[in-house]
């Protein structure tokens, strides 16, 4: 298949799982709460094996000099650092129920940035390799549920009808494409090769700055274990795409 769609079809997917945010309005909080920190976790270690199993070894194989890829990998990592430090906003807090409404466009302007700039990262990788991609698709795809979960309750929360919760929320994925297009249109004209290890490197800051704080703050043994075990199943699904993808 054509790069092109696989951007497209990528993009377009990654957009309609903002629709699972509805699933909180069949949920009980305390249900919701369960599942939320195991999603969190997954994501967790799927962000980062994406990064370190796919990503950078692509990056450094692709004949780069390690230092220049290394200083995008900071540069993705310090940018999405600087982006949620403007905006006051951290991805995929299960404890953000109390809000004021004003927030509530704040995340969804975070959000709408985030996956336009995630979108022009994996639509970069698609570019370079299809299979690539792919891993990097699944990635982003784990934080994306635990993520719209959060965010469509803090929509709710904040005094948003549930419809208009999600269709902003909907338009808010939509960026992901816009930035995979993006990233496709600059393709024959710029060297996208740099998205790879820009994109790892956002995938480095989400999980080590937002996610892994958010699970370690839990308590418990039991749980615990449980937040492990869900970290290593995100990396150990990286580690298995790296082998059924070679």
Request: aromatic share 10%; proline share 4%.
């Amino acid at each position: 298949m054509d790069v092109f769609w696989w951007i497209l079809a990528s993009g377009l997917a990654m957009s309609a799982i903002a629709l699972s945010g509805s699933l909180t309005l069949l949920l009980r909080p305390q249900t919701l709460a369960l599942m939320l920190t195991p999603l969190v976790a997954f994501a967790a270690g799927s962000l980062l094996g994406g990064a370190f199993f796919h990503m950078l070894p692509a990056a450094l194989a692709g004949g780069a000099a390690p230092e220049r890829v290394f200083v995008y990998v900071m540069l993705g990592f310090t940018l999405f650092f600087a982006l949620e430090q403007g905006l006051h906003w951290h991805h995929c807090r299960s404890g953000a129920n109390h809000v004021h409404k004003p927030l509530t466009w704040l995340i969804l302007i975070g959000d709408g940035l985030h996956n336009f700039l995630g979108g022009l990262g994996v639509g970069g990788v698609f570019l370079i390799d299809p299979r690539l991609g792919i891993a990097a698709w699944l990635a982003a795809a784990a934080h994306e549920v635990p993520q719209e979960l959060g965010d469509f309750g803090v929509l709710v929360h904040g005094g948003w009808a549930p419809r208009k919760a999600l269709l902003m929320n909907l338009l808010s994925g939509l960026t992901f494409l816009l930035g995979g297009l993006l990233a496709w249109s600059l393709s024959s004209a710029i060297d996208v090769s740099f998205l790879v290890p820009l994109a790892a490197g956002n995938f480095i800051y989400i999980a080590a700055s937002d996610l892994v704080p958010e699970v370690t703050k839990h308590q418990g043994g039991r749980a615990n274990l449980v937040y492990f075990v869900c970290f290593v199943a995100g990396l150990g699904l990286m580690w298995g795409t790296r082998i059924a993808l070679p």
